[in-house]
């Protein structure tokens, strides 16, 4: 049973930081383009960085400078370290991987609340 487990969301002042992990099980998040997103009330949801297997990073232009995307293979663990946040930055931020050969597999965690205000 594959399960992505989120942590490390919370409560922090703008132009603090948090960082969040994604704990895998299952599956080798290595073999995965591995990713976070996040949906606020009312948006959809949208990528926030991600990683591919060879380790190629990219990320949206409103993070871009304040988050960090890696990914630790020995403990089978994905991050993503957020500085400077921001009130716009509040959402529920999920943890994703997908594979793409053969055979499509798309996996996702079930999410943490990141809430930036004073």
């Known amino acids: 049973q594959v399960q992505l487990v989120e942590s490390g969301g919370g409560l922090v002042q703008p132009g603090g930081s948090l960082r969040l992990s994604c704990a895998a099980s299952?599956?080798?998040?290595?073999?995965?383009?591995a990713g976070w997103y996040r949906q606020a009330p009312g948006n959809e949801r949208e990528l926030v960085a991600a990683i591919t297997a060879a380790g190629s990073t990219n990320y949206a232009d409103s993070v871009k400078g304040r988050f960090t995307i890696s990914r630790d293979n020995a403990k089978n663990t994905m991050y993503l370290q957020m500085n400077s946040l921001k009130p716009d930055d509040t959402a529920v931020y999920y943890c994703?991987?997908?594979?793409?050969?053969?055979?499509?597999?798309?996996?996702w965690g079930q999410g943490t609340q990141v809430t930036v205000s004073s």
């Open positions: 994703n991987a997908k594979y793409r050969g053969v055979f499509y597999f798309d996996y």
């Open positions: 299952g599956i080798g998040l290595i073999a995965y383009t």
